[in-house]
Nanobody, 127 residues
Framework: QVQLVESGGGLVQAGGSSRLSCAAS????????TGWFRQAPGKEREFVAA????????YYADSVKGRFTISRDNAKNTLYLQMNSLKPEDTAVYYC????????????????????WGQGAQVTVSS
């Protein structure tokens, strides 16, 4: 089993920045694909960003491209999401996820690829 625990987020003003962290423990592997998803109130959970193929491939949703950066520190078993130029529409609960797979192919944005999920971290962007 893999346990994921998010931290960071909170209340941020529009245009500001925030960083989320996701600490992994248990039967982790640096080769696992990892990603971030988010769920806004009343909406479906959606893909935000993913790292696959040992960092060889990085993917972003169009809505965050150029503003968010996903990264991973394998020595610390920690995944990060740096969020800049935040907008009120970025307000959501953010979830980190991990897959017991290295290659994502065209499934990187599909929730069913990821078998492990964190509990979520709230990010609220005020206008």
């Amino acid at each position: 089993q893999v346990q994921l625990v998010e931290s960071g987020g909170g209340l941020v003003q529009a245009g500001g920045s925030s960083r989320l962290s996701c600490a992994a423990s248990g039967r982790t592997s640096s080769s696992y694909a990892t990603g971030w998803f988010r769920q806004a109130p009343g909406k479906e959970r959606e893909f935000v960003a993913a790292i696959c193929e040992n960092g060889g491939r990085i993917y972003y949703a169009d809505s965050v491209k150029g503003r968010f950066t996903i990264s991973r520190d394998n020595a610390k078993n920690t995944l990060y999401l740096q969020m800049n130029s935040l907008k009120p529409e970025d307000t959501a609960v953010y979830y980190c996820a991990a897959a017991a797979a290295t290659y994502c192919g065209n499934r990187y944005s599909r929730q069913e690829l990821y078998g492990y999920w964190g509990q979520g971290a709230q990010v609220t962007v005020s206008s």
